[in-house]
């Protein structure tokens, strides 16, 4: 019909309920965060309080008197945020939650060796298709390995940067009913090249215990063998809020 104008399918509009509930799940991250250190500083300020002995004289105890920086290993797990897109023209992201598991060697004070283990799991938003899938379970697991160098720091904090290389293991199929992936404009399952660049941001809570904030930089070069058989490569933020444990071995 004259006037007319038809928009292709899988560039239709991105759903507004999708967008609302990523801000809603934007902003409660942001927030947890914020209370988080609000509550590790509170609660450093009252363990560094002075206390009374018995003959009513004041002992001061600071629990970061021994925080070192010259530990050989240590472990750190935290609960994980990813955004991630799950084809390489979806216009709708999906938010995935799931856990970082990573430890690190240290040669020296400021350079060791990181790996890492993620796991990502959530639903994801999909093309407009005629099979009536909606909302189909994703996921994506990272191996990955690379330097990790400790910059400005002192006995309460440091700043710590890491790039990790390795590979990725997306699964896009899952809830397609055996429908090609091409229905709902998805990767296909497969294990790609990855790379988490980033660092860590560390509030010491004593000379073991670190309370940790990992934001990265998510890099995957997935492809599709359908269609035009594209490679891309995908940048996406993660996020990580967990705890490290400093071993007692020193170097």
């Given at each position: 019909m004259t006037g007319v104008r038809?928009?292709?399918?899988?560039?239709?509009?991105?759903?507004?309920?999708?967008?609302?509930?990523?801000?809603?799940?934007?902003?409660?991250?942001v927030a947890a965060i914020v209370l988080t250190l609000c509550a590790g500083i509170w609660a450093q300020a009252q363990s560094t309080a002075s206390q009374t002995a018995g003959n009513?004289?004041?002992?001061?105890?600071?629990?970061?008197?021994?925080?070192?920086?010259?530990?050989?290993y240590d472990v750190s797990l935290g609960m994980a945020y990813d955004h991630m897109k799950a084809g390489p023209s979806l216009l709708q992201g999906s938010n995935l939650g799931g856990l970082d598991l990573s430890a690190s060697y240290w040669f020296s004070k400021h350079w060791a060796v990181e790996?890492?283990?993620?796991?990502?799991?959530?639903?994801?938003?999909?093309?407009?298709?005629?099979?009536?899938?909606?909302?189909?379970?994703?996921?994506?697991?990272?191996f990955v390995a690379g330097p990790e160098w400790l910059g400005p720091h002192n006995?309460?904090?440091?700043?710590?940067?890491?790039?990790?290389?390795g590979g990725a293991r997306g699964v896009f199929e899952h809830d397609l009913r055996g429908n090609s992936p091409s229905v709902v404009d998805f990767y296909n399952n497969q294990t790609a090249p990855a790379a988490i660049i980033g660092g860590h941001m560390d509030l010491n809570r004593s000379a073991h215990?670190?309370?940790?904030?990992t934001p990265d930089a998510v890099v995957t070069r997935y492809s599709i063998n359908y269609g035009s058989k594209i490679t891309q490569n995908d940048v996406n933020f993660a996020l990580s809020i967990g705890v490290q444990y400093k071993f007692s071995k020193k170097r």
């Open positions: 038809v928009v292709p399918r899988r560039y239709g509009p991105v759903s507004c309920e999708v967008m609302r509930l990523s801000v809603r799940y934007s902003a409660s991250l009513g004289t004041y002992i001061a105890v600071d629990p970061l008197a021994n925080v070192r920086y010259d530990n050989r790996g890492t283990g993620r796991g990502y799991a959530g639903t994801s938003g999909a093309a407009p298709n005629t099979v009536g899938i909606q909302g189909p379970f994703v996921a994506q697991y990272l006995k309460h904090g440091a700043l710590i940067a890491h790039a990790m290389f215990w670190v309370f940790r904030i």
